[in-house]
Each structure stands twice: as C-alpha cells, then as structure tokens.
C-alpha cells in the first residue's frame, strides 16, 4: 500500500496528535515507521546569545540526543515491527520534504493546529510547506483540545468528496486500497449549488424554475456518484454509499464529517506545478483547517 510511513516530530503536543491515527494504519497496514526530528541549526544560532556562541556545537549535540531519547520513548510505543528514528540537520519543511522526494510512496502523517489564534500550523508553516511541496500522499490531523496522543485511533469509513473533475477522481484507487485493508466502507459525496444570479431577474421574478433546477442538478450529481461506486466496486469495495447535499463543499464536507464522526476524508489536490493551488479551490485547504477528522491528501497521477 505504502512503501512507509514518515512522521515528524517536534516534541509539541500538537505534533503527537497524529500519533493514534499513524498506529492504526501502521498495525493493519503493516507499513514501515519512521519518526524524525530536525534540529534547525541557523534557528538554534539566531537564539543563541553572542557570549554562548562558542558552546553551539555542545547545544547541537545536546539537542540531538535528547531528541534520539524522545523519538526511542514514541517508537516504543508501536506495536510490532521495528520503527526507525532519524534525526537530520537543516530546516524542517525541507528536511521532510527531501526525505519524501526519495520515495514518493512513502506517507507522510502530521499534526495542525486547528482553528485558534491565526490558524497557523504546526511548527509555524512547517506542515503548510509541506502540503504546498510534497508529491507524498500527505495525512493531517488537526489537533483539537480533545484529541489524544495515546493508543490507537479508529476509522469506520472513508468519506472522499468529488466535484466531477478527472482530478479529484483520481483518488478513488488508493481509496479502494486502503479501504480493502482497512475493512471500512467508503462514502461518496458531493456537493452542489445553484449560483445566486439564477435566482431573480432583478425585478422579483425567477429567471428559471428553480425548483425543477435544483432537482436536475441533484439527479446529476447522484448519477456520477453511483457511477463511481461502481468503479470502486470493480476494484474490490465491498461497501460504497453515495451522498449528496445542496450547499457549499467545504461546508457540508465538514459538516457531514462532525455528523459521522471517526471518518478519514481523502481528497486529491493538484500537484506542484503552476500556482500549487487546490481542486475544488479552496475547498481542501478550508476541509484541512477546519475538520475533525484526519485528512488524506492525495496528489493525481
């Protein structure tokens, strides 16, 4: 499924927040696991007074064993195979970054804020760096103040949000992999919504029966939901629901989640080229921001 799993870590509570959901899929994936810690060497320089400067290789060195001590207590704490702690030098988002550009089928699982203060992420823009540079199918999980960083999470689904585009569709076969492993059923959504402007003429009369509109396109969107279910079930899905809501994506997309919670959402973005924005626009950047579930990113083929 994954060649392995690399998480990284920074000794923050936030950053632990993925570490139940990391030891589901990593027992019943059997995937390989690698934690890593970074020492952000210019940082520790610029805190450092003019007068302690002579002691920054001592702090580095303390820096790296307290981290190699911290990383042996997490990796203790997954069952089976052997985890392996990697402690590197340089800036974060690079570091992770280059350890995913050396194999592409790795997954890399992390930890967000959430939605207090400036919605900033974890370890500053750290993870935004990351979601923006990767090529790595990328796991969030945002850590709201009931989250845990102890035992396993669980998944009782797969919800992945479709807007009718080849790209987000893309995401349905390593969906269909996870979901076979797993032994979880898939959800289908989407979302649809009449523009503003269809509403009125401008002089209090409707411009088309808005009744029959909203029912044409909520018969569509169920037609290309049932069709990708039946892809999905090509690919072995045992089970496949199909949902469809009127109203905004991210919206409903949260909303449906908070109504059945313990989902994994998985969406496909776009990939690095261009402006790195999302499919759907804002939709996944607004889903990973705010949504209490873990969130799959997935870049298209």
């Known amino acids: 499924m994954y060649t392995g799993m690399l998480i ?12 139940p959901h990391a030891r589901y899929l990593a027992a019943r994936l059997e995937t390989p696991v690698e ?17 302690k400067a002579r002691f920054l290789n001592t702090i580095i060195n303390d820096g790296e064993r307290q981290s190699k001590e911290y ?34 089928g790795m997954l890399i699982a992390m930890g967000t804020h959430g939605r207090s203060g400036m919605n900033r992420w ?6 935004e760096k990351v979601l923006r540079g990767t090529a790595n199918p990328l796991l969030l999980v945002r850590a709201t103040d009931e989250a845990k960083s102890e035992g ?7 919800m992945v949000p479709l807007d009718g585009s080849e790209i987000a569709a893309s995401v349905l076969p390593m969906v269909a992999g996870l979901a076979k492993n797993l032994g979880i059923e898939v959800e289908l959504f989407r ?44 690919l072995g899905v045992a089970k496949v629901t199909c ?5 905004f994506g991210a919206d409903e997309i949260i909303s449906l989640g908070r109504k059945n919670p313990d989902n994994l ?37």
């Not at 990383?71 to 350890?99: M, N, Q």
């Not at 974890?122 to 993870?127: F, Y």
């Not at 503003?196 to 169920?222: C, F, K």
Request: charge should be negative; proline fraction near 4%; charged fraction near 25%.
């Open 243 to 247: 949902t469809t809501k009127e109203g």
């Open 122 to 127: 974890l370890l500053g823009s750290v993870a």
């Open 191 to 234: 979302a649809f919504n009449i523009p503003y402007s269809v509403y009125g003429t401008g002089d209090g009369y409707y411009a088309v029966n808005i009744e029959e509109l909203i029912n044409e396109v909520g018969n569509e969107a169920r037609e290309y939901l049932e069709k990708m279910s039946a892809e999905l079930k090509k």
């Open 152 to 158: 396993e999470a669980t998944l009782k689904s797969i």
């Open 265 to 301: 959402i998985a969406m496909c973005s776009h990939g690095r080229s261009g402006v790195k924005r999302w499919v759907l626009g804002s939709v996944t950047e607004t889903v990973v921001r705010h949504s209490e579930d873990p969130v799959l990113i997935v870049r298209p083929g």
């Open 8 to 19: 990284p870590l920074d000794g923050s509570k936030t950053a632990e927040k993925v570490l």
């Open 35 to 51: 934690l890593l810690a970074v020492i952000d060497i210019a940082e520790l320089a610029a805190q450092v007074s003019p007068e």
């Open 71 to 104: 990383l042996s207590k997490i990796a203790a704490t997954f069952p089976g195979r052997g985890v392996k702690c990697t402690i590197e030098k340089g800036r974060a988002a690079d570091a992770i970054i280059g350890r995913g550009d050396a194999d592409t």
